[in-house]
């Protein structure tokens, strides 16, 4: 049988990743991560695509020799068409499309957030389907019913922020820098979970979710207590951590405890890059104990995005013949609050 060899590409925000992917294993994936943002306190497009171009062709050349191929042995070229911003996505696709026209290789066109949540068949053990996967990055925060790897279905999802910029946005009011998601969740670990206690905003449709309200309870919260202590970030700020991420954490495991009841599934997994918080980790083991739930929780490197969600996903339109033509564009769609505002 013939071996099928795929290298994939991803680049819809601020990491420039490459992985190749042989009969549906995940040979190497390589991520180089973008620290110019830092002093921005959020991700500036501009930057974030002059960084891609800068690291595109190492990290390929690297994902190539770390999986032992060389670019003859590959059978087709895949990479991330949305969503994402439009600057980063250009790259990544231009990329690809002149690698694979070089080549006479065909392309194959990835949709992010459902490689978020085919990341869970790149190592055993994959679930079942159907399943139920939250996915919660800095753009989405989605509950999707995977029926099959290529049919799923988008049950209930964020009517404003996503899960990724409640803990950005409330980690930078912190005075935490960008992206502050895993910092929050480093302080956490030592406070209070119940020492402050927050909004939880509510949706009206019974899966979706609603965070914004959370970000103003905690703002003005943070201005009554330091208008009356300036030093009271600096003296409670492992409580304050503990309690924003308790909060996030219950509102989207409320709604996927509803969600799986409703739909009499035991097979529940999370993904995105909020699926690396120890809160939302430890908390989902928990529930499933409780629930005699199988839980599916993505090892980190996976988590956050990586080429090796987008190698695994091709691998699955590929065996479905699902190619695209040379003339595909990306696909931007992008809520404006993944950006920074200047
Ligand atoms: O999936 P991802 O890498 O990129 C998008 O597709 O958006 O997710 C990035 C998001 C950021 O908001 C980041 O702060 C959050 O995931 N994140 C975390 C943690 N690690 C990453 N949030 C909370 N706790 C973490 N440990
Ligand atoms: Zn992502």
Not at 154 to 165: F, N, T
Not at 293 to 308: E, K, R
Request: aromatic letters at 10%.
């Amino acid at each position: 049988m013939q071996n099928i060899s795929i290298l994939a590409i991803e680049s819809s925000c601020d990491d420039t990743s490459a992985a190749v992917v042989v009969n549906g294993k995940v040979l190497s994936n390589v991520t180089a991560s973008q620290q110019v943002h830092e002093a921005f306190g959020g991700v500036v497009p501009e930057l974030a695509s002059r960084a891609h171009q800068q690291n595109i062709v190492p990290v390929v050349d690297k994902a190539l020799k770390d999986a032992g191929i060389n670019k003859q042995q590959l059978n087709a070229i895949a990479f991330t068409r949305g969503p994402g911003l439009i600057g980063s996505l250009l790259v990544g696709t231009s990329f690809a499309k002149g690698f694979a026209l070089a080549l006479g290789l065909p392309i194959i066109t990835v949709n992010h957030m459902q490689a978020h949540v085919l990341a869970h068949f790149i190592d055993e053990p994959v679930p079942n389907f159907p399943f139920l996967c939250l996915t919660v990055s800095g753009g989405h925060t989605q509950i999707v019913l995977v029926k099959d790897y290529l049919n799923m279905e988008l049950v209930g999802e964020s009517i404003d922020d996503a899960a990724g910029e409640a803990f950005d946005k409330t980690a930078k009011m912190l005075g935490l820098p960008y992206p502050g998601g895993p910092l929050l969740d480093k302080y956490a670990q030592t406070g209070n979970p119940l020492a402050f206690k927050f909004a939880q905003p509510k949706a009206h449709r019974p899966f979706d979710f609603s965070f914004s309200g959370l970000k103003t309870s905690v703002l003005y919260f943070l201005q009554k207590q330091t208008a009356e202590n300036p030093d009271f970030v600096q003296q409670n700020l492992a409580d304050i951590c503990a309690s924003v991420q308790y909060t996030i954490v219950k509102i989207l495991l409320d709604k996927l405890q509803k969600a799986a009841k409703h739909f009499q599934i035991k097979q529940i997994a999370i993904a995105g890059g909020v699926s690396a918080n120890s809160g939302l980790r430890t908390a989902l083991t928990e529930l499933g104990k409780k629930h005699a739930w199988s839980v599916f929780i993505p090892q980190f490197q996976y988590c956050t995005d990586n080429a090796g969600m987008i190698a695994i996903t091709a691998h699955y339109l590929y065996l479905q013949g699902q190619f695209a033509s040379q003339d595909v564009t990306p696909w931007h769609v992008l809520p404006f609050s993944y950006m920074i505002h200047i």
